[in-house]
């Protein structure tokens, strides 16, 4: 069972910068793809990002293309959102979220996995 925890959520103003961090327990984190999960007030969670097991390879949703950055640092089994840009839409609770490895290239619905408890990004006009 992976334990995930993150962190680095807060309130940035909109064209702000935060960085989120997700660390992993329990496994061997190598073993784990890894995404972020974006969930806004009264809507489903939205798969934003995504990064595969040797960090070489990662998928971001077209809403945060070319704004957000997802890496990871395995020696310290940790995974990093790093946001740019901010807008109002973006929002909301961050969920890390991890599965096996070869499930990089699936579809990912919004209740599969292994779930941190979320962190809260405010973002201000």
């Known amino acids: 069972q992976v334990q995930l925890v993150e962190s680095g959520g807060g309130l940035v103003q909109a064209g702000g910068s935060l960085r989120l961090s997700c660390v992993a327990s329990?496994?061997?984190?190598?073993?784990?793809?890894v995404g972020w999960f974006h969930q806004a007030p009264g809507k489903e969670r939205e798969n934003v990002a995504r990064?595969?097991?040797?960090?070489?390879?990662?998928d971001y949703a077209d809403s945060v293309k070319g704004r957000f950055t997802i890496t990871r640092d395995n020696d310290r089994n940790t995974v990093f959102l790093h946001m740019y840009s901010l807008k109002s839409e973006d929002a909301g609770v961050y969920y890390c979220?991890?599965?096996?490895?070869?499930?990089?290239?699936?579809?990912?619905?919004?209740?599969?996995?292994?779930w941190g408890q979320g962190t809260q990004v405010t973002v201000s006009s």
């Open positions: 329990g496994v061997d984190f190598s073993d784990y793809t």
């Open positions: 990064i595969d097991w040797s960090g070489l390879n990662s």
């Open positions: 979220n991890a599965r096996p490895r070869h499930e990089y290239i699936y579809q990912w619905s919004p209740d599969s996995g292994s």
